[in-house]
């Protein structure tokens, strides 16, 4: 939530800076001074605050909606050639164009609207947020797992899904009652924060289920990734009132993406993975195969 905060400040912040740009460029009008380089360079787009910023927070902006994403991008740079161009001719002290006006005008509100509509979807994501975790909740995995796979095939990286399942979430509950049920929880999804890269995503999707959707350099790598999730829980240690502590354990079932396939195929084939684990002993990652692919999830 307040990294939700952050960006939105970052938001207003962006409309306001390039809402100055008035201010700068009727005084190079009028004073036939430079405006400045995060205005005159050709790459000025990427020098300006908002510039880096939008590169630094593109992955956010993509999940949001990442053909808004693209549009905003888009006008972005538009109004920064259409302004370069009108501040050009001033110092020359030749006419400018109408059509650069006119450029730098529509592009200037395209901006302002999709920074504002940016502002509401980030604000209605909130009230998709689990208030104990602060994770996403589970009908998320399917709004973004396109996303996934696009980003992986313009890397060239691997698309993966993961379910991480607490063992014996029932236990606890029962032993020691659903307050230090949601204790472990809680701390548990900040160990996967911690633990995970920043470009996996991770949701609270059932009662003590967590779906991963990350992307891998190579196949080799889901046993890596398991292994990471499985070593960084078994640290973990949850203090309770009376000083007593649980120390849980997870199984983590995993699925490599197939080419074509949906979220909801490949989500079937991590929990095939998990119960396999279950089945097992527990405290394990289990990296699904073919064989577990159910007649009823066609690819």
Known sequence: MENHQLFITELDAA??????????????????????????????????????????????????????????????????????????????????????????ETNQTLLISYLSEFKTLLVQSDSQLDPLTGLPLRHRPEQNFDLLK??????????????????????????HGHS????????????????????????????????????LSSPDDAAVAGQRILDAIRTLSVTLPGDKTIRPTVTVGIALLKEGESCKHAIHRADMALYEGKDAGRDRFVVGSDMHVSDAFPI
């Not at 701390?187 to 996996?200: I, V």
Request: glycine share 6%; with cysteine; aromatic share 6%.
């Open 150 to 175: 696009q980003r992986t095939r313009r890397q060239g990286s691997f698309p993966v899904v993961m379910i991480v399942d607490i063992d014996r979430f029932k236990m606890i509950n029962d032993q």
């Open 15 to 104: 409309m306001q800076a390039h809402l100055e740009w008035t201010r700068r460029v009727l005084r190079c009008a009028l004073l036939r001074i430079s405006p400045g380089n995060d205005i005159m360079k050709p790459e000025a787009h990427h020098l300006c605050r908002f510039g880096h910023w939008l590169t630094e927070n593109r992955t956010q902006f993509d999940a949001l909606d990442a053909q808004k994403s693209i549009a905003l991008e888009v006008a972005h740079k538009s109004m920064h050639d259409a302004i370069r161009s009108i501040c050009s001719k001033v110092l020359e002290n030749s006419p400018c164009e109408e059509s650069d006006l006119s450029a730098f």
């Open 180 to 215: 230090a049920g949601d204790a472990v929880l809680k701390e548990l999804a900040e160990c996967l924060k911690k633990t995970l890269r920043g470009e996996d995503q991770i949701y609270r999707y059932g009662g003590e289920e967590f779906i991963v959707l990350g992307e």
